[in-house]
């Protein structure tokens, strides 16, 4: 039986719609498909967030630890570099103390030594036969010595000049003032019954406040004429004077004396007060 030429081709189409829907639903499967697989490819957001955030508490605490080891090695490193330059400082001043005391009293040296920051200079002390710096971290850095010694640190660590003194019974060790003079002892040969020797002495304030001076002379035994002609009062900044100290003697032998000089420096200074001592020996002959 023949089918009507109509309905064969609406069978047709129906059959076509029917393969368009099912190509249709096939694409939309496929499509859940892909997402599904992305979906398992991918974390979850906050998951992402609390690894990273892991990751880098992780690596601050590498780096602190790292911090941590190197400030305690370099601070280490500072603490021995303190205790070498006050040890190198110590020997300075020591090899002075013995050189102007095997010269006699009125040697001095004057010199630059540094004061490491890390020394508490209130509880160091220059006393008996000892120097001693105290280093925080370490304790007493010290030095020994075959004389007495006595005086005082700065009232600041850094660069430090230092006077270093043999005043006869002690060498003294003290910041250096800017009082100098030109000799640090005196020596005159007199012919008995001859005429008058002297010498000539320069006395400068090379500090930057002004000194009051105190000069007194100690005339050495046996003298027949004995004077001396320095100014006391006060020297200014800069300033110099001269002076001068005549002897004479008619009694044979070797005679001593000494010349002082002291100083104050003007107040409000860190300077300490300067006592220079002279010795004066004379052979009369």
Not at 44 to 53: A, R, T
Not at 121 to 148: C, E, F, H, Q, Y
Request: hydrophobic residues 40%.
């Amino acid at each position: 039986m023949k089918t009507p030429r109509g309905q064969n081709s609406l069978g047709q189409v129906l059959r076509a719609q029917v393969s368009r829907g099912q190509v249709l639903r096939a694409q939309v499967s496929r499509g859940q498909v892909l997402r599904a697989q992305v979906s398992r490819g991918r974390a979850p957001c906050g998951q992402v967030s609390l690894e990273y955030l892991m990751l880098t508490a992780a690596m601050l605490l590498i780096l602190l630890v790292l911090v941590i080891v190197f400030m305690g090695q370099y601070a280490q490193q500072g603490i021995v570099v303190q205790q070498r330059t006050a040890a190198h400082s110590l020997s300075v001043l020591a090899g002075a103390a013995q050189e102007v005391w095997a010269a006699g009293a009125g040697a001095e040296q004057k010199m630059t030594v540094d004061i490491p920051d890390a020394a508490d200079l209130a509880t160091s002390r220059i006393a008996g036969r000892t120097l001693s710096l105290n280093i925080s971290g370490i304790g007493d850095v010290s030095r020994s010595l075959p004389m007495n010694v006595s005086g005082q640190w700065p009232l600041k660590t850094g660069r430090f000049y230092a006077s270093v003194y043999n005043n006869g019974t002690h060498v003294l060790i003290r910041p250096a003032g800017g009082l100098v003079v030109n000799i640090t002892g005196i020596y005159m040969r007199i012919p008995n019954g001859g005429p008058a020797n002297s010498t000539r002495l320069l006395i400068s304030n090379r500090a930057n406040v002004t000194y009051t001076l105190a000069q007194t002379l100690s005339c050495p035994s046996g003298t027949v004429s004995c004077a001396y002609d320095g100014t006391n009062g006060d020297l200014a900044s800069g300033a110099a004077q001269t002076a001068i100290v005549t002897i004479s003697s008619i009694t044979p032998g070797l005679r001593a004396g000494y010349l002082t000089i002291s100083a104050v420096p003007a107040a409000g200074s860190d300077l300490p007060g300067e006592n220079i001592t002279i010795p004066i020996s004379i052979r009369v002959e």
